[in-house]
């Protein structure tokens, strides 16, 4: 690492409830300009995270630093205001009695006239020149989400803390004021922690994803990183269906119905979870019986029956009941393709997609 020190690291950070530790010794680093969004399922510890480092509630235990400086520690509790963070949530309340321009300018300490001026350069950002004498009940909720936005940044703040900001917008503005958030949110250069539970979302917004559950970090790195190397099961799992093929690892290798498997750092004897994607799987003609021949890349086919198809826009996902062992799996492919009920396919298997875990026993099993 550089000298310069990261705008945000938290170390260890903890917080518990009832003896219980909902955030347990969470580490992370965002530099400036860096979009980090925790995502994990509900309950799994984002919001108190975040709320740690905004300063309004107290750790148990760990360290938060900014730009190198202890705000938190065992010797230091800065206030929220002193902290120089900008916060925007869910129920992100404009006040109602004051203009588009007086929200914004709300929290900043200027004189008049860099005061328009900053006001005036937000608005035009945020894609609202022209809205600054308007109310907010005057604003659709996508308008309202982004004054919220030009509010929270308008004092410069070193960073960013959003926690699940889009969330009452309804689908069809979403992607929309997500890109122009982003967008807005890399011009000024904050580091943004974003804190969401939709997949989707992080994937779209990410620098880094910092994969939360049951209060701890379980994996931390690119959206390309973290879709295509999963840490475990669970992580795979978060982001899509998967399906699960159980065998038993023996010389490094892992016989299927769908051929050998290489499984390499697993024991002689071991069970091994094979997962894949639903659009990883390959589907080919039934051709008489014969199915397609087994490559090097895709290994042998294996043959199955559809048992229900359902078309989704983009692609279709259809669910079959395999030949052996009474395996159900299921494959995405282009949505201009519905095979009906009853129809048999062949499946393959890309090699190069798959993720191979020590096998995990239902009851063992993490959310
Ligand atoms: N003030 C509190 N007192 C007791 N339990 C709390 C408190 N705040 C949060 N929790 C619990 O901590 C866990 C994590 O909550 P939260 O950080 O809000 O999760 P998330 O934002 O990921 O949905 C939950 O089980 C929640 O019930
Ligand atoms: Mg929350």
Not at 282 to 302: E, S
Not at 315 to 338: C, I
Request: hydrophobic fraction near 40%.
């Amino acid at each position: 690492m550089p000298n310069t020190p990261a705008r945000l690291e938290t170390r260890s950070l903890t917080r518990r409830f009832g003896g219980r530790a909902v955030v347990d010794a969470v580490s992370l680093t965002i530099a400036p300009g860096q979009v980090t969004c925790l995502l994990g399922p509900s309950g799994c510890g984002k919001s108190t995270t975040l709320r740690m480092i905004a300063g309004v509630e107290t750790p148990d235990d760990g360290q938060i630093l900014i730009d190198g400086a202890e705000v938190f520690g065992p010797v230091t509790a800065l206030p929220p205001e002193a902290r120089g963070i900008g916060l925007m949530f869910q129920d992100f309340a404009l006040f109602p009695h004051l203009t588009v321009a007086q929200n914004v300018g709300f929290g900043l300490k200027a004189d008049r006239a860099a005061r328009s001026a900053r006001i005036g350069e937000l608005l035009e950002r945020v894609n609202l020149s022209g809205y600054g004498d308007k109310h907010p009940h005057q604003l659709s909720g996508g308008e309202q989400q982004r004054v919220a936005l030009a509010r929270a940044l308008a004092p410069r703040p070193r960073i960013m803390l959003m926690d699940e900001p889009f969330s009452g917008l309804d689908n069809r503005l979403r992607d929309g004021i997500r890109d122009t958030t982003l967008e807005v949110l890399k011009e000024e250069g904050a580091a943004v922690l974003l804190v969401t539970h939709e997949p989707d979302e992080a994937l779209r917004m990410a620098d880094e994803i910092a994969l939360m559950r049951g209060g701890r970090i379980v994996q931390r790195g690119s959206p390309y990183h973290v879709y295509n190397s999963p840490a475990d099961k669970a992580a795979a799992a978060f982001f899509s269906d998967i399906n699960v093929i159980r065998g038993v690892s023996r010389g490094a290798l892992t016989e299927t119905p769908f051929g050998e498997f290489l499984t390499p750092g697993h024991a002689d004897g071991a069970e091994v979870d094979i997962i894949i994607r639903p659009q990883h799987l390959k589907i080919d003609f039934d051709r008489a019986g014969r199915g397609p021949n087994p490559t090097p890349m895709d290994g042998t086919p294996a043959r199955g029956t559809v048992q229900r198809a359902r078309f989704l826009g983009r692609e279709s996902l259809v669910e079959f009941a395999m030949d052996f062992e009474g395996a159900k799996l299921t494959a995405s492919v282009p949505g201009v393709f519905l095979p009906k009920p009853g129809t048999v396919l062949w499946l393959m298997i890309r090699r190069d997609r798959c993720f191979v875990f020590p096998a995990q026993r239902a009851s063992h099993a993490s959310a």
